[in-house]
């Protein structure tokens, strides 16, 4: 295993000959979450066919058009959580984000999909265990009761979907996302759709990566914002006064200060392969530090300091930023990822404060292939116009007593 840092070198890297290096090796910890018919795990011409037929449900037009539907779940979802008490946010976002893709990829929201979406909540808890990364665990306790029951919520899902595949494909809905538009390109390639197994592995990688990874991104932009209290008021006074600009900057800071991929997906040398002189042969694995590259002095000035002001000027140049990866492995839902972390500091921000529970950032733990902070994001969500008052109140009482002595 090997693990690189330098730009040029991860650049390298994610832009290798699709036969040299083989990224799907790389990702067999999620096979049992997507299954072996997923084109995250697939290499080469089937990698970019899979990728070729979800990526016009994620291209950046079409994802605007979702930007309603986006934020009435946010502000659905934003309403429930409790204020004045410190919680851990990450497992409402977690609920929050997958709902927003279970839209996405299904259409309207119905009695299935509302069910669906709590069996998956339910399953995807495997991800915090080490019983996904070892296997050797699974016949042990206290892993073994976990696995169990992960199996059997991965049983129920894969049927509630095979139902709502096959429910489209008899009778079409006008709103049907992702798996319509797979099932269209299916039906004018005249596939007879015999390996429905195939397409329920292709949704369940795009329910997984779309909820996940954009679930802990904002677990972490609560943690920097609650310790971070100067930026958060410059971020609340731009959206009191219209302006986006450093919301756009503060969500690509969050992205480089706490990127959820630590590396790229490993990528296998499948063939000798060079790198600044350097020559890997078979069977070596290659890695990619996106969290090292973007914490590089020599890339970026302070860069262990929260700074969205650094991304006001110009856009983070793709070479030196990848929080989404890179190459033909570059997360394809992008887009709706930062339209939602967008939306969703939008709506809290209006009306509540984010304040720390704890007297520094969280550290991180491992959730599958990403990093979350690791108290699940614990903070206190408290009424901007309360809090107003509160500080007008001790203003006041502080005044009266000078008066007074």
Request: hydrophobic residues 45%; charged residues 25%; positive net charge.
């Amino acid at each position: 295993m090997v693990f690189l840092s330098d730009a040029a070198d991860i650049k390298t890297i994610v832009r290798a000959p699709a036969n040299v290096l083989h990224p799907g090796a790389g990702g067999v910890v999620i096979r049992p979450l997507v299954g072996d018919g997923s084109f995250m795990l697939a290499d080469e011409d089937a990698h970019l066919d899979g990728r070729r037929a979800i990526l016009p449900a994620f291209r950046y037009t079409r994802v605007r058009e979702h930007t309603e539907m986006v934020d009435d779940i946010v502000r659905q979802e934003v309403a429930l959580w409790p204020r004045n008490t410190p919680i851990a946010i990450h497992p409402y976002l977690r609920a929050l984000t997958l709902r927003v893709i279970l839209r996405t990829v299904f259409g309207r929201e119905s009695a299935c999909q509302c069910e669906l979406h709590a069996r998956l909540l339910r399953m995807f808890t495997i991800t915090a265990s080490l019983a996904l990364q070892e296997g050797q665990l699974r016949p042990l306790p206290p892993w073994r009761s976990l696995w169990r029951g992960f199996l059997s919520e991965r049983a129920a899902v894969h049927k509630l979907v095979d139902e709502m595949i096959s429910d489209e494909a008899h009778a079409p809905a006008r709103d049907s996302g992702l798996l319509g538009m797979l099932l269209e390109r299916k039906a004018a390639a005249n596939d007879a759709m015999a390996d429905r197994r195939q397409m329920r592995d292709e949704l369940m990688s795009v329910i997984l990566a779309g909820h996940e990874t954009t679930a802990s991104e904002l677990a972490w932009a609560f943690q920097l914002l609650a310790h971070n209290q100067s930026t958060t008021a410059r971020l609340v006074d731009s959206l009191d006064n219209g302006e986006d600009r450093y919301l756009a900057a503060t969500v690509q800071e969050v992205l480089r200060h706490r990127p959820v991929f630590l590396f790229t997906i490993p990528r296998v040398v499948n063939a000798p392969f060079e790198i600044a002189g350097r020559t890997f042969h078979p069977p070596a694995h290659l890695m990619g530090c996106i969290h090292l590259m973007q914490h590089d002095p020599a890339v970026y000035e302070d860069p262990e300091r929260f700074l969205p002001e650094r991304f006001l000027a110009a856009e983070p140049p793709p070479e030196i930023w990848m929080p989404w990866g890179g190459g033909r492995k570059r997360c394809p839902g992008h887009h709706l990822a930062v339209l939602e972390m967008q939306l969703v500091l939008k709506a809290v921000l209006s009306e509540l404060q984010v304040l720390p529970v704890s007297n520094r950032v969280e550290t991180a733990r491992w959730r599958s292939v990403i990093v979350t902070p690791g108290r699940g994001s614990r903070v206190v969500l408290r009424g901007r116009r309360r809090a107003a008052s509160g500080v007008r109140e001790r203003a006041s009482a502080t005044t009266r007593g000078r008066v007074s002595s």
